[in-house]
Nanobody, 125 residues
Framework: QVQLVESGGGLVQAGGSLRLSCAASGSIRSINVMAWYRQAPGKQRELAALVTNTGTTNYKDSVKGRFTISRENARNTVYLQMNSLKPEDTAVYYC???????????????????WGQGTQVTVSS
């Protein structure tokens, strides 16, 4: 059974740092894209950052220069290093994988999108 296990959220003062981790477990053969989305209260979920299996990254404009996304393909793990945090970064952060191939008892399975449960990040002013 495939799972995304997130960790690293918490409460931090403005200007501080946090590092989020997300490990995909299960019989995973490959993952195309690993990403972090976030959803603030009363707002839609939005992409914070993504990284492809070739290392290409993409960031929301407001986090460029402050957040760094990286992945360890051998461990099916993605990280989000968040520096110079601002109160407006407060949100639930969700790990997301796209284009995931897994091995099941009945053969290969494909997931277009798979989500983690989310981890709360709160930045106080």
């Amino acid at each position: 059974q495939v799972q995304l296990v997130e960790s690293g959220g918490g409460l931090v003062q403005a200007g501080g740092s946090l590092r989020l981790s997300c490990a995909a477990s299960g019989s995973i053969r490959s993952i195309n894209v690993m990403a972090w989305y976030r959803q603030a209260p009363g707002k839609q979920r939005e992409l914070a950052a993504l990284v492809t299996n070739t290392g290409t990254t993409n960031y929301k404009d407001s986090v460029k220069g402050r957040f760094t996304i990286s992945r360890e393909n051998a461990r099916n793990t993605v990280y989000l290093q968040m520096n110079s945090l601002k109160p407006e970064d407060t949100a639930v952060y969700y790990c997301n994988v796209q284009g995931m191939q897994t091995m099941t008892e009945s053969g290969m399975a494909w997931y277009d999108n798979f989500w983690g449960q989310g981890t709360q990040v709160t930045v106080s002013s």
